[in-house]
């Protein structure tokens, strides 16, 4: 099985559809996907990311997690939001959900920020943030917590930084020289990456080798600022240029 594993869209369409035209090229048809929350806020085009995800995702949806900012719409509670721009983009967002977009978050995504998955025999961690706060808190890479060590794969998102790494924890197995191995993937951000590369981010799993290609497609950044026309910070927009 090749997973598609996407996380923080984050309203943006635009990066949304170059990913999808990226992955229908990829040398290995994809199977499946994993949407690791924050699908909405940020950007300017929540409800029609919703319905592209709804009626033209190419991909069987294993998962649809809720992330902080699906949160936030439901409970109205922004305190935890990291600065008062972000707490007025959020509440703006809110104000222009339609009602397909309220139904999508309360009925079809997964009523958490984390759900186990098997998926080819393998135990899995499909995670916004971690196991610490699952959605408020990231995984780092290095990360050791022996939480994870019962995992074969930890899918993690929030960050907004793309990660991969093992870990290898100990474990009664003399077959194995008493290790056990966890593999972290964090795709980065679709809509909004903060690692100074200004393009859509995504990995794809290769489940029968263990592959993990770690992908960026180009978008028209201009014009998908074009749908800022004052709403919120300017920021928000201007971000979009530099990968922050």
Not at 94 to 114: Q, V
Not at 138 to 164: L, N
Not at 213 to 228: L, N, T, V
């Amino acid at each position: 099985m090749r997973l598609l594993i996407l996380s923080d869209i984050h309203a943006n369409l635009s990066a949304l559809n170059a990913v999808l035209q990226q992955a229908s090229s990829h040398p290995s048809a994809i199977s499946a996907a994993l949407l690791l929350g924050d699908l909405i806020d940020y950007g300017m085009h929540s409800n029609e990311v919703i319905e592209s995800i709804q009626k033209d995702f190419p991909y069987p949806i294993l998962c649809t997690l809720r992330g902080n900012h699906e949160l936030v719409m439901l409970t109205q509670d922004y305190r935890r939001l990291s600065s008062d721009r972000c707490r007025q983009c959020s509440q703006y967002t809110r104000t222009i959900l339609s009602e397909n977009t309220w139904r999508y978050i309360t009925d079809t995504m997964y009523p958490a920020a984390l759900q186990e998955l098997q998926i080819d025999g393998k135990k899995c961690l499909a995670i916004h943030g971690s196991l610490e706060d699952p959605y408020w808190r990231s995984i780092s890479p290095g990360e050791r917590s022996t939480a994870y060590a019962s995992y074969d794969y930890v899918f993690s998102g929030h960050s907004h930084f793309p990660h991969f790494f093992e870990v290898y924890y100990e474990a009664d197995c003399p077959q194995t020289r008493n290790k056990k191995k966890t593999i972290f993937i964090n795709p980065g951000s679709v809509g909004q990456p903060r690692n100074l590369t200004p393009m859509a981010h995504f990995a794809i799993l290769d489940t029968d080798t263990g592959a993990v290609s770690m992908e960026r497609a180009a978008y028209d950044i201009a014009r998908e600022q074009q749908a800022y026309t004052g709403q919120v910070h300017d920021f928000y927009r201007k971000r979009l240029e530099y990968g922050i």
